[in-house]
């Protein structure tokens, strides 16, 4: 089955904590992204990745970090620096970073 | 400010009647695509529009985009209360830094009652 996935589905932080998010995808997709979306809003950019060893900010990277070691994963790290970490956090893939994106379910991050 | 803006932000229709949602954008882009997402779920492409297309059809869907007004369309013939769900357009944009990005706009809630 080809598809892109996140985990967990929900995810409780204490404040001062990093928590790392999972996504992967076997796709075989070059393009990655890490967007937010908070309550009946869309979706904000934070960041994306190009190609393996690559990836640049999007318009709300900060208190946010990301690596791409491997095609298939493409990881983000909440870090304490996020004043307001609380929203639903999506992942998504592209054949190139023009085409059609392909979003998992998304995690929901909750600060405690 | 973000790029794509839909309009309305909110539709509420009978099922069977035809559904329209605009949306606007700022600056050139290479393409425009538009997406579906159920409540507290990921998105769902729909389709893909270059900038030298005008109308492009996939099932109950047809989509138009007009480059000199920055703006395109989505219309859902026949809607199904299955329809119900928030539509996104999401542009490309061209940059000669080839700085792009994609933008997605705050959405249509749209609403098929049965």
């Given at each position: 089955?080809?598809?892109?996935?996140?985990?967990?589905?929900?995810?409780?932080?204490?404040?001062?904590?990093?928590?790392?998010?999972?996504?992967?995808?076997?796709?075989?997709h070059?393009a990655?992204?890490?967007?937010?979306?908070?309550?009946?809003?869309?979706?904000?950019?934070?960041?994306?990745?190009?190609?393996?060893?690559?990836?640049?900010?999007?318009?709300?990277?900060?208190?946010?970090?990301?690596?791409?070691?491997?095609?298939?994963?493409?990881?983000?790290?909440?870090?304490?620096?996020?004043?307001?970490?609380?929203?639903?956090?999506?992942?998504a893939s592209s054949m190139t970073?023009?085409n059609e994106q392909f979003?998992?379910?998304?995690?929901?991050?909750?600060?405690? | 400010?973000?790029?794509?803006?839909?309009?309305?932000?909110?539709?509420?229709?009978?099922?069977?009647?035809?559904?329209?949602?605009?949306?606007?954008?700022?600056?050139?882009?290479?393409?425009?695509?538009?997406?579906?997402?159920?409540?507290?779920?990921?998105?769902?492409?729909?389709?893909?529009?270059?900038?030298?297309?005008?109308?492009?059809?996939?099932?109950?869907?047809?989509?138009?985009?007009?480059?000199?007004?920055?703006?395109?369309?989505?219309?859902?013939?026949?809607?199904?209360?299955?329809?119900?769900?928030?539509?996104?357009?999401?542009?490309?944009?061209?940059?000669?830094?080839?700085?792009?990005?994609?933008?997605?706009?705050?959405?249509?809630?749209?609403?098929?009652?049965?």
């Open positions: 089955d080809g598809g892109i996935t996140q985990s967990p589905k929900y995810l409780f932080r204490k404040e001062g904590q990093n928590v790392t998010l999972s996504c992967e995808q076997n796709l075989n070059d990655m992204y890490w967007y937010r979306q908070d309550p009946g809003q869309g979706l904000r950019l934070i960041y994306y990745s190009q190609i393996v060893n690559d990836f640049q900010k999007g318009d709300i990277a900060e208190g946010y970090s990301v690596s791409r070691e491997k095609k298939e994963s493409f990881p983000l790290t909440v870090t304490s620096a996020q004043k307001n970490p609380t929203a639903f956090y999506l992942c970073l023009y979003f998992g379910p998304g995690t929901r991050l909750t600060v405690l | 400010s973000q790029q794509g803006e839909e309009d309305p932000q909110a539709l509420s229709i009978q099922e069977g009647e035809n559904a329209t949602m605009n949306c606007s954008y700022k600056t050139s882009i290479n393409n425009l695509q538009w997406y579906r997402q159920n409540s507290g779920r990921g998105l769902v492409h729909l389709i893909l529009i270059r900038s030298n297309e005008r109308e492009k059809h996939s099932g109950r869907l047809r989509v138009t985009l007009d480059t000199s007004k920055k703006s395109s369309s989505l219309l859902i013939t026949a809607s199904r209360a299955a329809d119900t769900a928030s539509y996104f357009c999401a542009t490309v944009s061209v940059s000669r830094y080839n700085f792009n990005k994609f933008y997605f706009g705050s959405g249509t809630k749209l609403n098929v009652k049965p």
